[in-house]
C-alpha cells in the first residue's frame, strides 16, 4: 500500500546529525514508500509533484526518536505484583496503550530489554497496534539468584507471564541460554553482569555474568549472525566484566571509572545511562524499604560518574528504563542528560542517531536524510532552548513512522487519515 507523499515546509530542520546545525528555513519530502526524498534548505527543494504541501509554521522537526532500553511488558508504578495478578490479555490490552503513549511522545523505535515476545514486535510490524518498531530481547541472561533471577526466598518459582530470566552458571550454560534467547525470535541479547536496585536479593555492586561467560555469549551470537549485547551493570566490577567480555553496549553504567571509560572508548562500546530511572519517582512512602535506600545512594554515585563520561565525550545513547518509571515520558531523559552536562544537541543525537547505531539500525533510521525512513516529529518548542520542554508529550505536536502521520495534534492528517489496513508501516 503506497503511502501519501508530503512536502512539510517552513520547517526548522534538526536532522540528527553529529554537529549540523538546525537550518532555519527547511523542507522535507517524503514519498510513496514512506522515505525522505529531500531535506534541507528550502532554496535548493527540488520540485515534488504529487506531494501534499504541508505548512509547519516554523516549528522544529527532528527525527524520530530511539529509546534504547524499555520493558513495555512492565509497569512497576502499578506495583510489584500488577502483572502476577491480573489477567494476561488485559496486560496484552495495557502494554497496546502503554506502546501508543511511548509512540506519541515521540519515540518511533524502541528496544525492549526484557519481557517483550515477538508477539508484541510483530503485532507492530503488522500495523495490528500502534506504537515504536520495536527490538525485543525477550528475557534476560541471569545467573541463579542474580538480577533476572524471579524466585520466591524458598526456591519457589515465580510465574511471570513471560517467563523471567535464561538462568546460566558457567560458560556453556551461557551458551545454551543465548541459544533460547536466539530460538525465542531476541534481536538483541540482554544479559545481567550485576545485580540492581529493583531486586530485593542483590544490589548494583554485586557481580553477575563473569567475563568468561560473557565471551561465551558474544560468541555464541557471532556464530549466529550476530547481534548487539547489552549488560545490565551498575556496579564497578560487572562493568568491567561487560565491557571486558565484548558487550555493545553497557546499560545504567551508574558505578563506570576512568578505567571503564577508557576500554569503552577503545571498544566502541556504548552507554545508556539511563538517568530516567534513577531520578524519576523517588517517592519513599511508594517504594519498598530496601528500593528507595538503593536509589538515594545511587543516584548521587550516577549524577557524578555519568557527567563524568559525558564530559569525557563517551559514546551514549539514549534509553529510560520505561517500566521502571512510567512510560510515555521517555524524552524527559534528554533533560537529565543536559543537567549532567551535555549540549541539547548531542542529547538530541544521542535520542537519534547514536541509538540508531546502537541498535543497529542506522542505515534506515536515525537522521532525516534522503533515502532514510521518514520517521520525524514536529515540536511545539524549541528543543535546543527548551530540551525539558520536548520532554512533555504534548509539545511533541506529530509523530510519523515511514511518511505515515500517526499523532497529529495539528490536524495535518484530518482529510486523508489512513484506515488501519493501509496504517501499517513500510517495515
Ligand atoms: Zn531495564
Redo the contacts with the bound molecule.
Keep these: 500500500m503506497p503511502t501519501e507523499p508530503l512536502r512539510l515546509t517552513n520547517a526548522r530542520l534538526i536532522t540528527g546529525r553529529p554537529g549540523a546545525a538546525p537550518t532555519a528555513d527547511a523542507v522535507l519530502i517524503t514519498d510513496a514508500e514512506g522515505r525522505v526524498g529531500y531535506a534541507g534548505e528550502a532554496a535548493t527543494a527540488p520540485a515534488s509533484p504529487g506531494a501534499r504541501e504541508v505548512d509547519l509554521g516554523g516549528r522544529t522537526l527532528l527525527p524520530g526518536f530511539i529509546d534504547a532500553?524499555v520493558?513495555v511488558k512492565l509497569s512497576l508504578p502499578q506495583g510489584p505484583f500488577h502483572e502476577l495478578t491480573t489477567d494476561p490479555t488485559y496486560v496484552a490490552y495495557e502494554t497496546a496503550e502503554r506502546l501508543r503513549a511511548t509512540l506519541d511522545a515521540g519515540v518511533t523505535t524502541a528496544r525492549d530489554?526484557?519481557g517483550a515476545t515477538r508477539g508484541v514486535r510483530d503485532a507492530l510490524a503488522h500495523g495490528l497496534i500502534a506504537g515504536p518498531r520495536l527490538k525485543i530481547a525477550v528475557n534476560a541472561l541471569s545467573h541463579t539468584g542474580g538480577h533476572g533471577d524471579f524466585h520466591h526466598f524458598d526456591g519457589g518459582h515465580i510465574h511471570l507471564h513471560q517467563g523471567g530470566a535464561y538462568l546460566a552458571d558457567t560458560p556453556d550454560e551461557a551458551r545454551r541460554a543465548t541459544r533460547d534467547a536466539l530460538r525465542s525470535g531476541a534481536d538483541v541479547i540482554k544479559i545481567c553482569t550485576t545485580g540492581g536496585m529493583g531486586s530485593p536479593h542483590d544490589t548494583p555492586d554485586d557481580e553477575g555474568l563473569r567475563v568468561d561467560e560473557v565471551r561465551a555469549v558474544v560468541d555464541e551470537v557471532q556464530r549466529h549472525g550476530g547481534r548487539p549485547v547489552a549488560a545490565?551493570a551498575q556496579g564497578l566490577a560487572g562493568i568491567h566484566a561487560a565491557i571486558l567480555g565484548g558487550v555493545t553496549s553497557v546499560?545504567h553504567g551508574y558505578g563506570i571509572d576512568d578505567r571503564a571509560l577508557d576500554l569503552a572508548a577503545e571498544r566502541g562500546v556504548f552507554l545508556v545511562p539511563?538517568l530516567s530511572t534513577v531520578f524519576v519517582g523517588i517517592d519513599k512512602a511508594a517504594m519498598q524499604p530496601y528500593h528507595y535506600e538503593k536509589k538515594v545512594r545511587w543516584s548521587g554515585i550516577t549524577r557524578t560518574n555519568i557527567a563524568h563520561a559525558i564530559e569525557r565525550g563517551t559514546r551514549i545513547a539514549m534509553g529510560t528504563?520505561a517500566g521502571?518509571v512510567p512510560h510515555g515520558r521517555n524524552l524527559l531523559e534528554l533533560g537529565f542528560l543536559v543537567e549532567l552536562g551535555m549540549s541539547p544537541a548531542d542529547a538530541i543525537v544521542a535520542g537519534t542517531r547514536s541509538a540508531a547505531e546502537l541498535l543497529g539500525v542506522a542505515d534506515d533510521l536515525g537522521t532525516l536524510e534522503a533515502g532514510k525512513l521518514a520517521d520525524f516529529v514536529v515540536s511545539a518548542v524549541d528543543p535546543l532552548t527548551d530540551i525539558v520542554g520536548l520532554g512533555d508529550p504534548a509539545n511533541v505536536l506529530v509523530v510519523a513512522q515511514s511518511g505515515v502521520i500517526r499523532k497529529d495534534l495539528l490536524g495535518l492528517a484530518a482529510t486523508t487519515a489512513p484506515t488501519t489496513a493501509e496504517a501499517r508501516p513500510a517495515s
Design positions: 532500553h520493558h530489554l526484557a545490565h546499560e539511563t528504563d521502571v
